[in-house]
């Protein structure tokens, strides 16, 4: 299921970006001088990826990606042991490898880069929706991901049991406290927005306050954001939210507060941390044979 997964986000510009960031951590590695030294074009490897912690495996996928960008005439082999979506323990083999030494150490770094990185974010995602078991609440990752790694990061974030706010700026419209204070209130920023594009994407529109959420509610708008707010303030701004139109609770929620969140009813609860601050999981290679 997660390996369908894989194929079906990465497409169109999904998979461009995806091999952009392969082949932009290559040109910054460059040529392995050492291990061509040593090793030189013949000898062969077979080695493994191997957990060293807990957490819930993301990415592996990508490792093939890497060896044919090293080596595009295909003379290696991977055989997963493991599949994106499955709960890993320490010294777990997630995947074997086999192929010239230099290809696999070449490479070895930069596929273990991205599986540790989305297997992080993949873990911190299956920690923030647990909390949301039982409730109503969907879990959204945010834009605040690293630049060229958007598309990875948020594949890692539908592994670990989260959906995908917006992937760019057009396929949903937001109006922030910049482009509300600019307009001079939140009905004349819509105005400007559904007077701008016919048709008009959908509109986020993010709120501090209870008259603001009654103000966007007023303008039936797709989604209204509830911003910073402690939980007694959220619940009256619930309430105030005609059935329709969907509601996102967002900033300073962590793993101590989401489960009090899921209980008021939002729609949605998104959470930055998940892509900006989520902890690499970690995963090494070890050398099983050479010859």
Known sequence: MSHNLF??????????????AIRSALAEDGPDLTSVAVFGQDVVM?????????????????????????????????????????????GQ???????????????????????????????????????????????????????????PEKYA??????????MNLFEMLMLKDNHIDRAGSITEAVKILRAAY?????????????DEVREAASLRVERIMLDNMDLAT??????????????????????????AIGKLGPDFVSVGALTHSAKALDLSMRVLAIS
């Open 234 to 259: 959220m619940e009256k701004a619930l309430a105030l939210v005609p059935s329709g139109i969907e509601t996102e609770v967002s900033g300073g929620v962590n793993l101590e507060t989401i489960g």
């Open 198 to 210: 016919k048709p008009c994407p959908p509109i986020e529109v993010e709120c501090r306050t209870l």
């Open 93 to 151: 083999t997630v995947a074997r490898l086999c192929g010239p030494a230099a290809v696999l150490l070449r490479a070895e770094r930069i596929a273990l880069n991205f599986i540790c990185h989305l297997s992080g974010i993949a873990t911190a995602t299956a920690s923030y929706a647990q909390r949301l078991s039982g409730t109503r609440t969907r879990l959204l990752d945010t834009r605040k991901t690293l630049p060229g790694l958007r598309y």
């Open 7 to 20: 194929d079906t986000f990465f497409q169109g510009q999904a998979r461009e970006f995806l091999v952009a």
């Open 46 to 90: 077979r080695a493994s990826i191997v957990a060293k912690e807990p957490g819930i495996l993301a990415g592996l996928p990508i490792v093939p990606l890497v060896l044919a960008d090293v080596e595009p005439q295909g003379n290696w082999i991977v055989e997963n042991a493991a599949s994106d979506g499955q709960s890993v323990e320490p």
């Open 157 to 166: 974030v539908r592994i670990g049991g989260g959906l995908n706010h917006r």
